[in-house]
């Protein structure tokens, strides 16, 4: 496969940006500006990236255990396979060397567009994202997949960060924000999980769905 070939394929594993961030259209711009906002902050009992409220502009992050193969999970993470589990996701176009073009629905029947770039991809185990100065909505994220002990699957580490938009888009993006980005997330992650699981995906989380999260892994 050529340099570009594999761009091209890397480009496709951009669901992170998906998982809560396109689907919540949520936005960030640089995670290490976050944590250095945080490092000047009065200290927290809380790891330095993890769940905190979306207007503090920190990172947040959600795991889940998924009763299948890591390889595969990371195989089935495609663009063909968004509109699946991303509810939001209205399409997805590849521009090449890693770069994905999103649209996402917002509210009022408005659209947002997410231009988001790979920046690191380890087969398998992780995709990590930062956007372009272009993309309507700034963000930020990782996601890390992990074997669970005693062959129980995987667990999916998802890490997101934003930072609200502050063009003409500062108003759609102030009412994005308001719907929860990290409750998206998970939504958004149990689809994902019913997907792999059962082949199909229902509309609502039952408790044997939620007893899967996890606390928030410091370790992402």
Do not use: C
Not at 28 to 46: E, K, N
Not at 112 to 136: C, H, K, M, Y
Not at 144 to 173: C, K, N, Q, S
Not at 198 to 207: S, W
């Amino acid at each position: 496969m050529t340099g570009e070939g594999r761009n091209e394929k890397r480009s496709l594993y951009l669901a992170a940006a998906g998982l809560g961030l396109a689907a919540a259209g949520i936005g960030f711009r640089a995670l290490q500006r976050s944590r250095r906002r945080q490092r000047a902050s009065p200290v927290s009992d809380a790891p330095h990236w993890t769940l905190e409220k979306p207007g503090s502009r920190a990172p947040f992050g959600k795991s889940l255990l998924i009763n299948r193969p890591k390889d595969a999970l990371f195989a089935a993470w495609t663009v063909e396979r968004f509109p699946e589990f991303m509810e939001n996701v209205v399409a997805v176009e590849t521009l090449g060397d890693g770069v994905s073009r999103w649209t996402v629905k917002a509210p009022a029947g408005r659209k947002v567009t997410l231009v988001n770039r790979i920046t690191r991809v380890s087969p398998g185990e992780a995709i990590s994202w930062q956007s372009e100065p272009e993309s309507d909505i700034a963000n930020s994220g990782k996601v890390r997949f992990e074997d669970a002990p005693g062959g129980r699957g995987t667990y999916v580490h998802l890490i997101l960060a934003y930072e609200p938009p502050g063009r003409a888009l500062g108003r759609l993006g102030a009412k994005l924000l308001q719907r929860e980005p990290e409750v998206q997330a998970r939504r958004d992650l149990h689809r994902f999980k019913q997907l792999m699981e059962t082949g199909e995906v229902t509309t609502n989380a039952g408790p044997s769905a939620r007893a899967s999260e996890l606390p928030a892994q410091s370790h992402i």
